[in-house]
């Protein structure tokens, strides 16, 4: 963007802020109240809660777009591991319609069914699982299965279609994500015991085969070159970049954080980086909003603010495909922070701006308005876990300690309904006054979040050509 355009997109945020008075008023109810860790801000009301049983047993969520198909997805982690699917079809009367649990699940060791994301493509929707299994058990090399869940709510017409395998870097998939490309495909990307995230084409694996193919490109992390003890990535965001007509992958390299240009699958092309600045260890967590211009990373130990970074002197540069004029200069400072309390520690964040959605383990979820990256600051919150007080030297490694409550969210955009899946007390279901959906033209900007437009493409995308 032109400094033109950024002062107008501010002014167009600032002017619709101002004709929505229920959105900045609700900076009055973040107020925190010492010690007490059940309830929540005035703003935010409870629309549903279903308790998913045994305790550390509920990972990451998802929740489908499309009204006509509510659904949400909870990974269910260790023993068993697998998936459980709720309709929310009265977000108030929420309900497990259906529960999938991997076969011989006692025998299988270590995390499990980690992070679910639902792909789109010609006409069929995919449920993807991840899984994380160890050593001493079935199923090391497995890293998500794929279920076709199109028949909903017919329960019946679900069945699994694939496994997706990577037996040279066993140990599975951490995160995935799920995006459109600008080429057309239905991509998911996948975090491996590797050095680099995969991409794969959901089209091909749902066609079967053995799994060749499937991948159809691999982003490698900077840090694993250079000797670092890390290696890979944590977790990732992809999104659009219509400004400058490519797609963007940003990752948390553990070390710190990188952005490609992914536009050519086969040439990814860094970006920008960030590393080497104070307190930056064991990156987990990184999102952009709309622009792509400020980014939040998230550092996976107490203490730890959510940073805002601003990209602008990297991500202003060439267009999508165009050779660097070198090395992309590193970034290392932020220009703003938050943290729920000053013993927290921030987990997961989606992205509607003005607003980041923060799970914070025993904190509960939080709601930021990120309306001026350098000065965030809570408008809503609720503690969706009334979880033992924090110990440890770090809070860290113990149920009781911070590894316990909110895990992950999402936002339905077309209502902006919130669901929560909380490690301890399972799922939630929320609403916060003043936010009844989300489209970035709204404010002004791209219609660009984790959502993404199955049926056509990336918003500001030019339509791929079709291939005779």
């Not at 549903?48 to 659904?71: F, K, M, V």
């Not at 600008?182 to 079967?208: C, P, R």
């Not at 992309?328 to 703003?336: A, K, L």
């Not at 927290?344 to 001026?372: C, K």
Request: with cysteine.
């Amino acid at each position: 963007m032109t400094e033109n355009k950024v002062l107008a997109w501010c002014a167009a945020v600032v002017f619709a802020a101002a004709a929505a008075p229920g959105l900045l008023s609700a900076q009055t109810y973040g107020e925190v109240i010492p010690g007490v860790h059940t309830g929540g801000s005035r703003n935010m009301k409870v629309m549903s809660h279903i308790p998913l049983g045994r305790n550390t047993s509920t990972a990451d969520i998802e929740i489908e777009q499309e009204l006509s198909r509510p659904y949400v997805y909870v990974a269910r982690r260790m023993v068993p591991s697998g998936f459980d699917v709720i309709s929310v079809k009265n977000p108030e009367r929420a309900s497990v319609i259906y529960s999938w649990r991997i076969e011989n699940a006692e025998l299988h060791r270590g995390a499990g069914s980690l992070n679910p994301m639902l792909l789109k493509s010609k006409g069929r929707y995919y449920l993807t699982t991840a899984y994380q299994f160890a050593q001493g058990g079935p199923d090391n090399d497995l890293g998500a299965i794929v279920h076709d869940v199109t028949g909903l709510p017919d329960t019946t017409k679900i069945r699994e279609v694939a496994r997706i395998k990577e037996p040279n870097i066993p140990g599975g998939f951490h995160e995935t994500f799920a995006y459109k490309h600008s080429n057309g495909l239905a991509l998911l990307g996948a975090t491996t015991t590797g050095n680099s995230v995969h991409l794969y084409d959901i089209d091909k694996v749902a066609a079967g085969g053995d799994g060749a193919g499937w991948l159809v490109g691999r982003i490698p992390n900077p840090d694993s070159a250079s000797g670092s003890r890390f290696r890979g990535y944590h977790d990732m965001y992809i999104a659009y970049d219509p400004a400058n007509k490519r797609d963007l992958f940003y990752g948390a390299g553990y070390s710190g954080y990188f952005v490609f240009d992914i536009s050519n699958l086969a040439d990814p092309k860094l970006v920008s980086s960030i590393s080497g600045g104070s307190g930056m260890y064991i990156a987990h967590t990184f999102v952009a909003e709309p622009t792509g211009r400020y980014a939040l990373g998230e550092m996976e130990y107490q203490y730890a603010p959510v940073r805002v970074y601003d990209l602008k002197p990297q991500l202003s540069g060439a267009a999508a495909g165009a050779a660097p004029a070198g090395p992309p200069q590193n970034i290392s400072r932020p220009i703003g922070a938050w943290i729920p309390q000053w013993n927290s520690l921030p987990h997961n964040i989606e992205i509607r701006w003005p607003y980041a959605f923060v799970t914070s383990y025993v904190d509960g979820f939080w709601a930021v308005n990120m309306m001026d990256p350098t000065n965030p600051y809570t408008v809503g919150y609720y503690y969706t876990c009334d979880c033992p007080p924090k110990s440890g030297a770090d809070g860290a490694g113990q149920v009781g300690g911070q590894y316990a409550g909110a895990w992950g969210t999402d936002v339905r955009n077309a209502d902006g309904l919130i669901v929560v899946s909380d490690m301890m007390t399972g799922f939630w279901a929320l609403k916060m006054e003043g936010f009844d959906g989300w489209n970035g033209h709204q404010w002004g900007l791209p219609n660009v979040s984790s959502a993404q437009d199955w049926d056509n493409g990336p918003d500001g995308a030019p339509k791929p050509q079709k291939v005779s």
